[in-house]
């Protein structure tokens, strides 16, 4: 059982007011989002290994989020630290290894495509065939756009699949699926935001941890690589994606639901090309750029302000 206020804030009304700041959540983990493939694949194929990465990430992430989850450990019910080991494996330390590896494979582009881009996708479909989640006509036709612009991205980036580019590609669709299937469970579980974070960090951490010391770190690059470096993928990894991403794309499925919050990561990969130009010099091409405009247009139907705000004019 859950706790009538865990209840509470899993079931909220929603209210212009809710929407708007679950949208400003939803804002804050795109931009950091939107960066990370782009320094992170710049990391990986010059300095650091995945699992450095990943090790930085919940390290520093998980130690930011014990002294919260000690906090918070009252208030979470049995079902709620079982439910947490599940979305920690949904969100945490193998969703990051999987996209971080993809990242040695593929360009930063199809990560910022794939993965994101798709993520609403996959949430829609669960909600819909075992939650019985009812959608719209006009979210409906969002999610649509961002399929095609997502496809059209993807495939001007990936031209023909030579190379090793599908190893990583398969990572990031299965990196997506799980990010969805961690939106839908979060929206249900009856934990708050805040707990929510704070145990995927904490059980990454420990159980990630023990893992890296006993097969990398002997190996690890982080003995030689620069101070500058290290301290950058740390606050990055660590501070920016293992605990402030953590919360506020929790905060913002609690807010919009599961399909809404996720639509809005569909515009990573809008964010993520102009990045990826200024950082790793890929430029869209001219479909690429029509493929981003679909994306941008498809999130806007797909989170329901638009409905919304029609419903209030008719009203």
Not at 165 to 176: E, Q
Not at 204 to 213: A, F, V
Request: hydrophobic share 55%; net charge positive; aromatic share 10%.
């Amino acid at each position: 059982m859950v706790t009538s206020d865990a209840a509470t804030r899993a079931i909220a009304v929603e209210t212009p007011v809710s929407i708007a700041l679950g949208a400003m959540w939803a804002l804050l983990t795109v931009v950091i989002w939107s960066a990370w493939p782009s320094y992170t694949r710049l990391s990986i194929t010059t300095t650091l290994s995945a699992p450095d990465l990943v090790a930085l990430r919940y390290a520093i992430g998980g130690l930011l989020f014990l002294p919260v989850l000690i906090h918070c450990a009252r208030r979470i019910s049995p079902r709620g630290w079982r439910e947490g080991l599940t979305l920690a494996f949904f969100q945490g330390a193998p969703l990051a290894m999987l996209v971080t590896v993809g990242l040695r494979f593929a360009p930063a582009g199809h990560m910022a495509a794939l993965s994101p881009g798709l993520l609403p996708l996959f949430a829609a479909s669960i909600s819909y065939i075992f939650l019985n989640e009812r959608l719209s006509s006009t979210r409906i036709c969002g999610l649509a756009l961002i399929a095609v612009g997502a496809l059209a991205l993807v495939l001007v980036s990936m031209g023909v699949l030579t190379g090793s580019a599908w190893k990583g590609d398969i990572l990031f669709v299965c990196a997506g699926f799980m990010g969805a299937t961690y939106a839908v469970r979060m929206r249900r579980s009856g934990l708050s935001a805040m707990e929510g974070a704070a145990l995927i960090s904490v059980y990454s951490m420990l159980l990630y941890l023990p893992l890296y010391g006993t097969l990398w770190l002997p190996s690890s690059s982080l003995f030689t690589v620069s101070r500058a470096e290290l301290l950058f993928q740390g606050f990055y990894q660590g501070f920016l994606m293992g605990a402030v991403s953590l919360f506020s794309l929790s905060r913002a499925i609690v807010a919009l639901g599961a399909t809404r919050a996720t639509a809005f990561i569909s515009l990573v990969p809008v964010l993520g090309s102009v990045l990826g130009t200024a950082i790793l010099n890929e430029v869209p091409s001219i479909i690429e750029g029509a493929g981003i405009v679909c994306i941008s247009l498809g999130v806007l139907l797909a989170t329901g302000i638009m409905s919304l705000h029609f419903r209030r004019r008719t009203s």
